[in-house]
């Protein structure tokens, strides 16, 4: 995947990723979204969960607003046990209410960064109490659309699976 070298560009990344992510959830049946195994141990509904923990705190917060996430999304700690946490956080969520969120989450994204301005987006930002500086499109691609086809690998052959 490129990177955008522009809003539009951004944009029409966000929307065709979020698009295929939507694709392949929408192939599930709900009554298996529950079922462990999509990657690894996780369920879909725990996928899902995931990415909208990150596209919350990182795409949505710290790259589109410009505010710190909480500290347990800057601490240097060991991607499995980071993710580990997130899947702890979650847990409890409704399948309902993770869907929820993650549809209400992406549109506010895509609300966020089409009014910003693109010298925002492609500018090095800094942010008080976050020890790195960054693109919000560089934030995008790695922690919110480019993360949602990080998950279709192991989405498909989950599908092919179960079908």
């Not at 951004?10 to 698009?19: D, F, H, K, P």
């Not at 690894?40 to 725990?46: A, F, N």
Request: proline share 6%.
């Amino acid at each position: 995947m490129s990177d955008p070298s522009s809003k539009a560009d951004l944009i029409e990344a966000m929307v065709s990723a979020r698009g295929r992510f939507d694709s392949l959830i929408s192939q599930i049946p709900h009554s298996k979204m529950t079922l462990p195994g999509a990657s690894g141990e996780w369920s879909v509904k725990d996928v899902v969960a995931h990415i909208t923990s990150y596209d919350r705190w990182l795409a949505l917060t710290l790259a589109l607003r410009g505010q710190k996430p909480p500290d347990f999304w800057i601490e240097d700690i060991p991607l499995d046990e980071f993710n580990r946490r997130l899947f702890d956080e979650n847990r409890d969520l409704s399948l309902d209410q993770v869907l929820q969120q993650s549809g209400d989450v992406w549109r506010e994204i895509l609300e966020v960064t089409r009014n910003l301005p693109e010298t925002y987006l492609f500018t090095e930002q800094s942010v008080q109490g976050v020890p790195y500086t960054f693109k919000p499109c560089d934030v995008l691609k790695s922690e919110s659309y480019g993360h949602y086809l990080d998950h279709v690998p192991a989405l498909l052959a989950w599908i092919e699976a179960i079908n």
